[in-house]
C-alpha cells in the first residue's frame, strides 16, 4: 500500500504541475516555478569528493591497464568515419558512400545507431553514441591527435544530418519510430538509443570543447521535449509514464547534465519526465524489488536521480540513491564487484575514479585505486606519481610507491590513502624511509561465508567444467591452498602430430586422453592440450628449464587443469586415462626422441609400449619389432611449450574430488572456470 501510494504521488505531483501551466501554453518558467513551491531546491552543497578530470591523469602505458587502453584507442582508430554515418545520412536524405557496417548497425535494425567492428578477431557490437563517448574520452586520456580529427568529423558530419532534417531530430532511424513508441505500439527502444546519442554529444563538449555538439544536443532536447509535452496534452501523464516501461536508456541523466550546462529550466523538467517513478518509488520506500529487473535499463534511471539530488538538493531522490546501493551490495552483487556486463566507452575512461578531489582552503586528494599512473593535481599544486608493482602467488605483497612533487611553494595540501579491506595486519607503509602508523579493519567472520576465493583485490577462479568441491582444512589458508612457482611455465609441454592439413593435440576430455584439434591460447582445448612435466625421482621438475632438459628421463605428465593427476597406462591396447592413481608405475613414461626431432613416450611398466594415437583415440601399444614406419609415426609426437600458461597470480586449490587451478578472473578469455565454490570441512 505504501508504494503504491507514493507511485500514485509522484505522478499526481507532475500532473498538478501540467495541468496548472496549461493555460499558459506551457510556460517553462511558470511550471519551474511550480516546482520550487514544492520544495525543489538549488544545487546541493556539501563535502561532496569530486572525480579528477581524465585529462589530468595519464596511465602508465607498461601496465595493464595502459595497455588496455591502447588496444582501445587503436580499435577507435580503425572506425571509418563514413561507415559509421551511414544510417544517419540515409534518413537525413544524403548521399552515402562507403559500406554501412553490420550487426547491430545494420540498416535494417531498429536499434541502428549503433555500430559493429573488428578489433583482434573479436566482434564488439555498441552504441553509436558509445563510440562519441569513448572518443571524447579516449582523447582526454591520451590527446591523440588523429582521433581528434576523426571524431570532430564524426560530429560535423552528424550537424548536417540534423540541418537537413531541420527539425532539430537525429538518429539512424526515422521520427517514425517514436510515433510507435508514444502509441505504445511495437518498436526496439529508440530513447535508449537518443540517450547514447546525446549523452555522447555533451561528452564531446565537456571534454573535447566541442561547441558545435553543445548546438546539436541542445536542438534535440528541444525536439524530444516537444514530442513529450504533445503526448501529455493529447493523452494524460499516465500515458507518459506507461511509455516509459520500455528501455530508455539514461535519458533523466543527460537531461540534468545538460542542465547543468546551459541552466535552461527547460531541460531540467524534461529530465524529471524521465525520472521513471513505478520504479524508483520502489527504491523510495527501501523495497527490495530489484530481481527481474533488466539492468542496463534501470542503473541508468537510478544514476541520473542521484544527479537530481546534486543538481536540486531533493532529500528523497538521495534516499533513493543510497538505498538502491545498499539494496545491491548486499544481496545483488556477483564476487567481482558487479552485477552486469561492462561496454565499451569504460576502456577509454580507464583513468576514472583513480583519484578523487575535495575542495577547500586546504584541498585534498584521495587516492582510491593502485593503479600505475601520474597525476597533476591542479588544486593542490602538487605533481604525484603512483608506481604499482603487480603482485603474484608466491609474494603476496602490493607494493606501491608515491612519488610527490610540489608545484607552488608554500601551499597546503592533504593526501588521502585507501585502506582496502582485504589489507592484513602486516601492512606496512613509509614516508621518506620512516614508518607511518596504518589502520586496517574486517568485521567479516573468518570464512563464515567464504563462496568466492579473493587473493587482496584478484578475484580468483578454479579452471573446472563442472565440478566446484573445496576442501577445506582447518588450520592456516595455506594447508589448502598453495601457490603456483614461478618457475612452473618452463615444465609446461603441448604434445601434437600433423595429419593432412591439420595439427592435433594430445588432450584430455574429463578422464579420457584423446587426440583434439591444435587450438589457441585462451580455451579451454588449450587448458586440456597442455601437461606439467613432473620428474620421477622428485615431486616437482626442479632443475628443468624447458622440456627438452626432461628427454632421456623417467617423468608423469600432470594435466594443466587436473594438479595431483596424471596420466596412466592401464594396459596393452587399452586407452590411456586420466587418473590419480596409487600405483605408481603406470603414471611413469621415459620421454625418449622419435622420428625427425620428435618424441615418444615409453610406458616404464611395459617396457617396449609406447603412447599411440591412431584416429582420434589415444592407447598404449607394443612394438612388435619390425621396421614399422606406421607405428613409428602413430606414437611420435612433436613437442611445443605449453599451449597454457600459468598466471603469476596462480594456486592449486585442494577440492574434495580433484583439485583446482586457481587464477585471476581477469586472466582468462575464453577459458571455462567456476566463480564460486562449495566449501566442504
Known amino acids: 500500500m505504501e508504494v503504491f501510494m507514493l507511485l500514485k504521488m509522484l505522478a499526481v505531483v507532475l500532473l498538478l504541475l501540467f495541468c496548472d501551466c496549461v493555460e499558459d501554453e506551457y510556460s517553462w518558467m511558470m511550471m519551474y516555478k511550480q516546482m520550487k513551491k514544492l520544495g525543489v531546491r538549488s544545487r546541493v552543497s556539501g563535502n561532496f569528493l569530486n572525480e579528477i578530470p581524465l585529462g589530468d591523469v595519464r596511465l602508465d602505458p607498461d601496465s595493464i591497464h595502459g595497455q588496455a587502453q591502447q588496444t582501445n584507442l587503436e580499435y577507435l582508430l580503425m572506425l571509418d568515419v563514413d561507415s559509421l554515418v551511414w544510417s544517419f545520412r540515409k534518413t537525413a536524405g544524403l548521399p552515402t558512400p562507403a559500406t554501412a557496417y553490420g550487426g547491430w548497425e545494420s540498416p535494417n535494425q531498429e536499434l541502428r545507431g549503433h555500430f559493429v567492428g573488428w578489433c583482434t578477431s573479436i566482434v564488439l557490437l555498441e552504441s553509436f553514441g558509445h563510440y562519441l563517448s569513448a572518443t571524447a574520452q579516449m582523447w582526454a586520456s591520451t590527446n591523440n591527435d588523429t582521433l581528434k580529427e576523426k571524431m570532430t568529423a564524426v560530429v560535423s558530419a552528424l550537424a548536417a544530418c540534423q540541418e537537413k532534417m531541420d527539425s532539430g531530430y537525429l538518429s539512424a532511424f526515422p521520427t517514425e519510430f517514436f510515433d510507435r513508441f508514444e502509441a505504445i505500439k511495437q518498436v526496439w527502444a529508440p530513447y535508449y538509443t537518443i540517450h547514447k546519442i546525446m549523452a555522447g554529444l555533451v561528452d564531446q563538449y565537456v571534454l573535447a570543447g566541442n561547441s558545435e555538439a553543445l548546438k546539436m544536443v541542445t536542438q534535440m532536447a528541444d525536439y524530444f521535449r516537444k514530442r513529450v509535452e504533445n503526448v501529455i496534452t493529447k493523452y494524460t501523464i499516465e500515458r507518459h509514464w506507461r511509455s ?81 546501493m545498499d539494496i545491491v551490495n548486499s544481496s545483488h552483487m556477483y564476487a567481482s564487484g558487479g552485477t552486469s556486463v561492462s561496454r565499451i566507452e569504460s576502456f577509454s575512461k580507464l583513468g576514472d575514479s583513480i583519484y578523487f578531489e575535495e575542495a577547500g582552503k586546504n584541498p585534498g586528494v584521495y587516492i582510491i585505486q593502485y593503479i600505475s599512473s601520474s597525476l597533476n593535481w591542479k588544486s593542490g599544486q602538487i605533481l604525484l606519481e603512483q608506481k604499482v608493482i603487480p603482485v603474484a602467488s608466491w609474494d603476496p605483497r602490493l607494493r606501491v610507491t608515491i612519488t610527490i612533487a610540489s608545484k607552488k611553494e608554500g601551499s597546503s595540501s592533504t593526501l588521502n590513502f585507501r585502506i582496502p579491506f582485504w589489507t592484513t595486519s602486516n601492512a606496512k607503509a613509509t614516508l621518506n624511509g620512516q614508518g607511518i602508523p596504518i589502520t586496517s579493519a574486517d568485521d567479516r567472520s573468518d570464512y563464515a561465508s567464504l563462496h568466492a576465493i579473493l587473493y587482496g583485490p584478484y578475484l580468483l577462479v578454479g579452471l573446472t567444467t563442472g565440478d566446484c568441491d573445496l576442501k577445506a582444512e582447518s588450520g592456516s589458508l595455506s594447508n589448502w591452498i598453495t601457490p603456483i612457482p614461478s618457475d612452473y611455465n618452463s615444465h609446461l609441454i603441448s604434445l601434437s602430430q600433423e595429419t593432412g592439413n591439420s595439427t592435433f593435440a594430445l588432450s584430455h576430455t574429463n578422464t579420457i586422453v584423446t587426440m583434439a584439434k591444435f587450438s589457441n591460447p585462451g580455451t579451454s582445448d588449450s587448458v586440456f592440450s597442455t601437461f606439467r612435466i613432473i620428474l620421477a625421482d622428485s615431486s616437482t621438475s626442479a632443475g628443468i628449464s624447458s622440456y627438452k632438459d626432461a628427454i632421456g628421463k623417467t617423468i608423469k605428465l600432470e594435466p594443466y587443469n587436473l594438479p595431483g593427476m596424471s596420466l596412466v597406462a592401464l594396459g596393452k591396447e587399452i586407452r590411456i586415462g586420466i587418473s590419480d592413481s596409487l600405483d605408481p608405475k603406470n603414471s611413469l613414461f621415459r620421454l625418449v626422441d622419435g622420428n625427425e626431432g620428435t618424441v615418444r613416450l615409453e610406458s616404464e611398466s611395459q617396457k617396449g609400449c609406447f603412447v599411440y594415437s591412431s584416429d582420434g583415440s589415444v592407447k598404449l601399444s607394443c612394438d612388435s619389432g619390425g621396421s614399422d614406419s606406421g607405428f613409428m609415426t602413430s606414437t611420435s609426437f612433436k613437442a611445443n611449450n605449453g599451449i597454457s600458461q600459468y598466471h603469476p597470480i596462480s594456486f592449486v586449490a585442494k577440492g574434495l574430488n580433484m583439485n583446482f587451478v586457481l587464477q585471476p578472473l581477469f586472466s582468462l578469455r575464453d577459458e571455462q572456470y567456476a566463480v564460486y565454490f562449495k566449501l566442504h570441512s
Open 244 to 324: 516509459l516501461n520500455e528501455e530508455t536508456g539514461g535519458m533523466n541523466d543527460v537531461m540534468y547534465r545538460l542542465y547543468t550546462i546551459t541552466g535552461d529550466t527547460k531541460h531540467l523538467w524534461l529530465a524529471h519526465l524521465f525520472d521513471k517513478p513505478c520504479f524508483l518509488g520502489l527504491l523510495a520506500v527501501k523495497a527490495d524489488e530489484l530481481s527481474g529487473f533488466h539492468a542496463n535499463t534501470h542503473i541508468p534511471i537510478v544514476v541520473g536521480s542521484q544527479m537530481r539530488y546534486e543538481i536540486t538538493g531533493d532529500p528523497l531522490y538521495k534516499e533513493i540513491g543510497m538505498s538502491f
